[in-house]
């Protein structure tokens, strides 16, 4: 299957152009909203413009599986994404909604999913 160039996204019209909303390919996080409208010979070229100038910037690339993950589940040691390469200690966040986690605990206080620990 070929990695795909951007990471998840939602395309809205918008005045004869385009804006893209990006998501966190793992957690599927609204990461950004595009401030400008992009405009395009294809819907194609103005999503890469939008990306190189707005998106990519939000995003870390995880070397094994090539999914585009937001630092809260990205493990940075390793370059990959906590799917690949989960922590092996506490975590500091939530994979699902990226919410601090300040005091050890096996639910995410946030959102209410269950906390990474040691991979499982």
Not at 3 to 29: E, H, M, N, P, W
Request: proline letters at 4%; a neutral charge.
């Amino acid at each position: 299957m070929p990695q795909r160039i951007t990471a998840k996204y939602k395309t809205v019209a918008d005045g004869g152009g385009y804006r893209f909303l990006f998501y966190c390919d793992v957690s599927d996080a609204h990461v950004c909203t595009t401030k400008e409208i992009y405009r395009g010979e294809s819907e194609e070229k103005a999503l890469l413009a939008a990306w190189q100038a707005e998106g990519q910037g939000h995003f870390n690339r995880c070397r094994k599986c090539g999914r585009w993950v937001i630092d809260a589940v990205y493990n940075a040691e390793v370059l990959e994404c906590v799917e690949c390469a989960p922590y092996e200690g506490d975590p500091n966040f939530c994979k699902s909604c990226g919410q601090r986690i300040e005091a050890p605990s096996k639910i995410c206080p946030a959102c209410g999913k269950k906390l990474i620990y040691e991979g499982v």
